[in-house]
């Protein structure tokens, strides 16, 4: 009897050691939740639906449907500045955004010649990513003097080769922003597709290689099906940014004729008229919901094909 009641009492001591393992980890998870969820509850729940009841107020918290109003009467109203105001930044976001794809598609190219081993490839891989990592500020300083006709290399071209990529209303100025983000978003994405190319199987590429597959198809055929779920969320990246971009706009052309995004029409409205950007940010996020759903699912259709 002693022995047995020893044995329960060493089993019950071990059972509540466990429990308080058991305790005390379940605690670390939720101490380590506190600050996501806290952020998620604050910046994401609240301020949308603030925003939600917002977009139904007037400035003096009386309901009405006039901030959504406003945006449909305004939609084909031209200006004598800046044209169709609600049409050209549609456009303009959604060209923002197209580009945003090549970029996608320039990087899978340049992290492949990486993941080839190429002479060089850890200079180019530090000059790609080299942007991604200094402030934005900096770099678009950068970039805005060596594009100057007056301080950068347009001023050693012909005069009828120059052109002045920061003058408002021009076709270079909508060029200034594709081209700045073409520049610094290549590093980011090489290093994601390359870190995604360095996990296929080496044994597959090595008989790839015995079978003696060109290097066309083995992009196309082993790395890129292989790779495609990080594609994927690349892909669907480019398209926030149709709905998103905004900084890059403001500090480089300040949303100068033809180069105002839908994000940063709605900033510009914060300060002047909350209700009526609440508003418009409700529009763009029922619109922007329904095409990020039917673009991922193209590319989860491509990717099944793939065996994905």
Known sequence: ????????????????????????????????LVLPLAHFAIF???????????????????????NYKHFFENFFVKQEVGGYVYINAIL????????????????????????????????????YFLPSIIAMTIYIMVFKY?????????????????????????????LAVPIYCLWVGTGYNVLVIGGAMSNVSPEILENAKLEGVSGVRELFDIILPTIWPTLTVSFIGSIGVVFTLF??????????????????????????DNNVAAALGIIF????????????????????????
Do not use: H
């Open 1 to 32: 009897m002693m022995k047995k009641r020893g044995l329960n009492l060493n089993n019950l001591s071990l059972t509540r050691e466990k429990r308080k393992i058991e305790r005390n980890k379940l605690a670390f998870v939720w101490l380590l």
């Open 44 to 66: 994401f729940l609240f301020s949308n639906v603030y925003s939600l009841v917002m977009s139904f107020q007037t400035e003096t918290g009386q309901f009405t449907l006039l």
């Open 92 to 127: 303009y976001s959604f060209f923002l955004g197209f580009n945003d794809v090549l970029l996608v598609f320039i990087s899978t190219i340049l992290a492949y010649f990486i993941f080839k081993k190429i002479p060089g490839r850890s200079i180019f891989r530090v000059v």
């Open 146 to 174: 060596l594009l100057n006709n007056d301080t950068g290399f347009p001023q050693f071209l012909p005069d009828f080769l120059k052109f002045d990529m920061f003058k408002a209303g021009t076709f270079a100025n909508k």
């Open 247 to 272: 900084v890059q706009v403001s500090l480089l052309t300040g949303g100068a004729m033809g180069t105002q995004t839908i994000a940063y029409m709605i900033n510009s409205l914060v300060g002047n």
């Open 285 to 308: 996020t029922v619109v922007a919901i329904p095409v990020i759903l039917l673009v991922k699912k193209c590319l989860d259709k491509i990717g099944k094909r793939w065996g994905y």
